[in-house]
């Protein structure tokens, strides 16, 4: 039943902004602790932004200061503003549930792809 669908990516130049939304179904953003990750071709998948139930927001140190991740309560949607986009940041990008004690991830969406280039 639940569903995670990621949008909004593209292609951007380097310094450009995209803002990236994840859609859900089947489950409450602000009663689990939600992430964004991102996979690059030939790299493991890693965690880029976190947001818990308290709203305490964390972020990987190379995306601190240019990354924002936030939610929509009453949409039921969670967002990632990307500024200042490098080459680096090109990857896939989903949204999914944080591996916890309590909690594991659900099933993988497709992802939105990001491309930075020149």
């Known amino acids: 039943q639940v569903q995670l669908v990621e949008s909004g990516g593209g292609l951007v130049q380097p310094g450009g902004s995209l803002r990236l939304s994840c859609a859900a179904s089947g489950i409450v953003l602000r009663n689990n602790f939600m992430a964004w990750y991102r996979q690059a071709p030939g790299k493991e998948r890693e965690l880029v932004a976190s947001?818990?139930?308290?709203?305490?927001?964390t972020y990987e140190d190379s995306v601190k200061g240019r990354f924002t991740i936030s939610r929509d309560n009453v949409k039921n949607m969670m967002y990632l503003q990307m500024n200042n986009l490098k080459p680096e940041d090109t990857a896939v990008y989903y949204c999914?549930?944080?591996?916890?004690?309590?909690?594991?991830?659900?099933?993988w969406g497709q992802g939105t792809q990001v491309t930075v280039s020149s």
């Open positions: 999914n549930r944080v591996s916890t004690f309590i909690s594991s991830p659900f099933d």
């Open positions: 947001i818990p139930m308290n709203g305490m927001t």
